[in-house]
């Protein structure tokens, strides 16, 4: 779901996805290190990537629609 507010295509949707898994798996499996179940980490992890990309995500975040409607009316 997050890689649908970075990317208009589906070869890209997928390499954005495939790019945040990553990147959540790695930083979620960090947590072992600090003695923490990294499978919820991974999970919390992928959860804010997500909330990233809805508030600023290229395509459809929030922060952008806003500013698109914000400069309609001035």
Known sequence: ??????AAEVWSLAAVAG???AISGFIG???YHAQWPSGP???LVAGMAHLFSVVAGLLGGVL???RR?????A
């Open 69 to 73: 409607r914000s400069h309609r009316k």
């Open 19 to 21: 790019v945040v898994a």
């Open 41 to 43: 980490a991974i999970v």
């Open 1 to 6: 779901m997050a890689a649908r507010f970075w």
């Open 64 to 66: 952008w629609r806003y």
């Open 29 to 31: 499996l960090l947590s």
